[in-house]
Nanobody
Framework: QVQLVESGGGLVQAGGSLRLSCAAS????????MGWYRQAPGKQRELVAA???????NYADSVKGRFTISRDNAKNTVYVQMNSLKPEDTAVYYCNAQIVQSGTNWPASYWGQGTQVTVSS
């Protein structure tokens, strides 16, 4: 009933840039927080950046100053612009959204399928 579709991953050289997009669709009444997480091989999934419906944002210390999260509420879409990429940014990036479906009163957490980002040195 709710789907998150990610796009924009790929292979880039260190110092390069990528922009990830995540569009939510389906039975959506409202979306609270939207964010990006990543998981590198052998590591736990970690928060990269998140943005709330009021516009506030937060970032992992490791990406501050390099990544920028933004959101288009009309399109139910969240973006992350990733600049000055480093090999340690290599991971599968997942979109997450806290969505209230029509007919319910509480948000549920939804995940995208993940998109691979590989940064070569």
């Amino acid at each position: 009933q709710v789907q998150l579709v990610e796009s924009g991953g790929g292979l880039v050289q260190a110092g390069g840039s990528l922009r990830l997009s995540c569009a939510a669709s389906g039975n959506i009444f409202s979306i609270n927080e939207m964010g990006w997480y990543r998981q590198a091989p052998g590591k736990q999934r970690e928060l990269v950046a998140a943005t709330r419906s009021g516009g506030s944002t937060n970032y992992a210390d490791s990406v501050k100053g390099r990544f920028t999260i933004s959101r288009d509420n009309a399109k139910n879409t969240v973006y992350v612009q990733m600049n000055s990429l480093k090999p340690e940014d290599t991971a599968v990036y997942y979109c997450n959204a806290q969505i209230v479906q029509s007919g319910t009163n509480w948000p549920a957490s939804y995940w995208g399928q993940g998109t691979q980002v590989t940064v070569s040195s």
